[in-house]
């Protein structure tokens, strides 16, 4: 093991802890959004490093693009319903989303 | 080690810590777009300009766009969730940065013990899907794992009861 290939996955679970806990304590939808870029951040130099740790940098890549395409697609969506779910309830606070409670 | 690897460690890490903790929106969504600016130098550090470049037009450029443009649309916080917010906001976000450098502490004095165990084994030209998955994959499975529990939680976090409601 070298020592870069130490330093990117410490640098990956950092983020991911960063991601998780703005996760876990955010109450605003959009941030909330902000710690799964990041924790997804992180995913992506996972996927990259552990490519040029084993030498197939170009099946990495390839994987890469296809999760930043996926990732678009899902941070539009959830935009989107953020985006409704304010226009309906007025409030992007999480905690107020209890219109489905029996 | 080499010190622009460092730099570019500090330049993906601090904005990502200052998107977590910033009280304002707009200075998180500003910190997200620095942040994938550095993961691009990461990327193009890593031998993977491709990727790279994807990140920088995708996330930082179309990304960024969508959140400011969500922002924009979306209506201030009403007056009671705004002093509310004042309050706590730092109150939350405290413990981030401490546990932020504990984390890392602890990692960087384990690190042999921690990442020496994922050995990346050779597998052969007509291996299966499986093999070449669990054989070779291994590290990006445990990120997928972790993106996996992530929507779990969102889940249980939209339908969970509210304390207020209880």
């Known amino acids: 093991m070298n020592n870069f290939f130490g330093i990117d996955f410490i640098t990956v679970i950092l983020v991911i802890c960063i991601g998780l806990y703005t996760l876990l304590l955010a109450k605003n939808m959009i941030r909330m959004l902000i710690g799964y870029e990041l924790m997804t951040k992180g995913v992506t130099l996972a996927f990259i490093s552990a490519g040029n740790a ?11 693009i296809t999760m930043i395409v996926v990732e678009v697609v899902s941070i539009a969506t959830a935009l ?10 007025h409030s992007l606070n999480i905690r107020k989303l209890t219109n489905l409670k029996g | 080690m080499k010190l622009h690897i460092f730099i570019l460690v500090f330049l993906f890490l601090i904005p990502a810590v200052l998107a977590a903790i910033s009280k304002y929106l707009l200075r998180s969504v500003i910190a997200l777009l ?6 691009t130098l990461l990327l193009f550090n890593l031998n993977a300009p491709l990727a790279g470049v994807f990140e920088l037009s995708v996330c930082s450029g179309l990304i ?21 917010k004042v309050k ?10 401490f546990l932020i450098i504990f ?4 990692l960087w004095f384990n690190q042999d013990s921690l990442f020496g165990t994922l ?17 070779t994959r291994g590290l990006d499975l445990i990120g ?3 993106i996996l529990l992530v929507g779990v939680y969102g889940i249980v976090t939209l339908f969970r009861r509210g304390k207020s409601n209880e």
């Open chain 1, 54 to 64: 084993n030498g197939r940098i170009a099946l990495s890549q390839t994987l890469v």
């Open chain 2, 144 to 146: 997928q794992v972790i």
């Open chain 1, 80 to 89: 989107a319903i953020v985006m409704l779910i304010q226009k309906k309830n």
């Open chain 2, 88 to 97: 706590n906001h730092y109150q939350r976000f405290l413990a981030l940065p």
């Open chain 2, 64 to 84: 960024s766009v969508l959140f400011i443009n969500i922002i924009s649309l979306t209506q201030p916080l009403s007056g009671d969730e705004e002093v509310s």
């Open chain 2, 119 to 135: 050995v990346i084994q050779k597998v052969s030209e007509n291996a299966t899907v499986g093999e070449i998955l669990w054989r």
């Open chain 2, 34 to 39: 620095v942040c994938s600016v550095g993961l």
């Open chain 2, 103 to 106: 984390i890392g502490i602890i």
